[in-house]
């Protein structure tokens, strides 16, 4: 007897009022307030010649009593930032209902009120904070948050320092074609803090279709049964991971794939295509930086976990590893808040916030394996699709989670409550992300294998046997 698959929702386009799903508007905006802003002294020293965004978008920010009038937020749930601040704000502009438009390094903005009422509050940046304050905020990855780090304890927050601007303006016209085919991203604007003059600010666009990669999660999660098939979601992993492998193939790498800057494109002809931002670290694979410059960037992580590969393996396999993190945000660093969405949607998945079901580590096994089949240019079929989620799971059953749990036996606990299909557990887990890490690591070693420092075709073959090689090398100790 087979599972009776359940439709999928209609997903309406609508550029100006955003994406709305049966009937419920999932996209909406709310009023931005500027605190005590008189001018934000803002300079534009570069205005996109291709559109004609960037001019009218630098008018408003001369203005903030216009900027006010005429920017349209989106919603909280379409925003990077809460109550603490970050430095980026998305909104829609007249005259150009097909770009969501984002300020970007213009002030730390932050949510004010609750999140169906509230507004936002965009402050002049923070020019002389402590670290240390940014680091209890939680804020750990201060530059992620639109930090830039000026003397050894301080930071300033809610500005870009001047080279990474300029950087991520010729990186983006250089390579940003390499993934966005039928959709772009364009820096519409950029320049300075009229009274930081070694700061700057951006204003960029994406397409008004184009949706948080966590939304789109959360959407896939509302409608399916099943945990074993991709989804809609598994539509943008499969097609991410074939432009990644499409620009290594010409010599490219991205180096900050996070879900942060990729974001699924919603096509009215019901496909799921990408988009990617944030070109700033990408580097040419024939010229990459030294070693000691790729550790100053934070890098080294990486390069000790591969010390095997040459430089260009390496620097592929860290973007890989870090691509995959667009596969696994149940489990990983970032663990999605359903919550929210509660009150319109009957979502299927009963443990809420940060417990993980069984169904959550399949699904994310399963988008492993299409992320791996992508990349590897192997045909995803169901055949192919159970090989390598088996193989995962094997890896993760015969070698990752017992290695972990000589260490740490909270670690096991969790994992078999997750495997027993608990959906109350009694506390939040917080250590399966470490085994899903090891997994992701031990996956890029084999979607990237190497021999005498040159790469050969990987069948499936050899990938679904990897839990049994990996079991007899560690001697199942991982």
């Given amino acids: 007897m087979t599972e009776e698959k359940q439709p999928y929702a209609h997903f309406d386009i609508q550029p100006v009022r955003g994406v709305k799903i049966d009937g419920f508007t999932f996209i909406d905006y709310r009023p931005v307030a500027l605190r005590q802003w008189r001018s934000l002294a803002l300079e534009a020293t570069y205005i996109n010649p291709s559109t004609s965004l960037g001019t009218e978008v630098t008018k408003l920010l001369q203005s903030p009593r216009q900027l006010t009038k005429a920017f349209q937020p989106l919603s909280f749930h379409q925003q990077d930032t809460d109550e603490d601040g970050t430095r980026t704000l998305k909104g829609v502009v007249p005259g150009h209902p097909g770009r969501i438009v984002v300020l970007s390094g213009c002030g730390v903005v932050r949510t004010q009120g609750n999140t169906e009422n509230g507004k936002f509050v965009l402050e002049p940046p923070h020019w002389r904070e402590k670290v240390d304050k940014y680091i209890q905020m939680g804020h750990t990855q201060i530059d992620d948050e639109g930090a830039t780090w000026s003397q050894p304890n301080e930071t300033v927050f809610g500005a870009y320092a001047l080279p990474d601007l300029t950087k991520k303006i010729e990186n983006t016209e250089k390579y940003s074609g390499l993934i966005n085919h039928a959709h772009n991203f364009h820096i519409e604007a950029a320049g300075k803090h009229r009274f930081h003059p070694t700061y700057g600010w951006m204003v960029y666009s994406i397409p008004s279709n184009a949706i948080r990669t966590t939304e789109f999660l959360a959407i896939d999660l509302m409608k399916r049964k099943s945990s074993s098939e991709p989804g809609e979601y598994g539509q943008f992993i499969a097609v991410l991971f074939q432009r990644i492998k499409m620009m290594h193939d010409q010599g490219v790498v991205h180096l900050e794939l996070h879900p942060g800057n990729c974001y699924p494109v919603l096509e009215e002809n019901g496909k799921v295509d990408v988009i990617v931002t944030d070109w700033t670290t990408a580097q040419n694979l024939s010229q990459l930086p030294s070693a000691s410059e790729l550790q100053q960037q934070g890098y080294q992580e990486q390069q000790v976990s591969w010390p095997e590969f040459t430089p260009q393996q390496r620097a592929k396999a860290n973007d890989l590893y870090i691509a995959l993190e667009n596969a696994t945000l149940l489990s990983g660093n970032t663990i999605l808040h359903l919550d929210e969405y509660k009150k319109e949607f009957e979502i299927p998945f009963k443990a809420m916030g940060a417990s993980i079901t069984r169904e959550m580590v399949d699904l994310e096994m399963v988008h492993l394996a299409v992320a791996s089949l992508k990349y590897m240019g192997v045909e995803t079929t169901p055949s192919t699709l159970d090989q390598v989620r088996i193989a995962l799971w094997e890896v993760l059953e015969k070698v990752i989670a017992p290695g972990i749990a000589s260490q740490d036996n909270l670690l096991l606990n969790d994992f078999r409550s997750a495997r027993k299909n608990i959906f109350d557990m ?53």
Avoid: C, M, W
């Fill in 426 to 478: 009694e506390r939040p887990n917080y250590l399966l992300p470490y085994a899903i890490l090891e997994l992701k690591s031990r996956l890029v070693k084999s979607v990237i294998p190497y021999q005498d420092g040159e790469e050969f075709p990987l069948t499936i073959d050899r990938l679904t046997a990897l839990p049994f090689a990996l079991a007899q090398e560690h001697g199942n100790s991982g």
